[in-house]
């Protein structure tokens, strides 16, 4: 989620208000530096290069649905992961 607009203490029926948009994001952690998985230091994502963004935006209203949306994630064309955004907490 994009957020298009100064957002504090946004009640939870509000949320969607202040959401511009959506894009991908690669979030990583550089293996060599984590320590415990379920909490990452800022050695293992703080770096350039880790949480790539974009390149596109698409508007709010262009998805129906951002509960709805289907992820899959390829490495040189073979999916190690697949979801959905139901399931993200």
Known sequence: MVIGAPAANVRQADAMDVVAGYCVANDYAIRDYLENYYRPNLRTKN???????GPWLVDRDDIADPMALGLRTRVNGVVTQQGNTANMI
Do not use: E, F, N, W
């Open 47 to 53: 770096r350039d290069t880790c949480t790539v963004l």
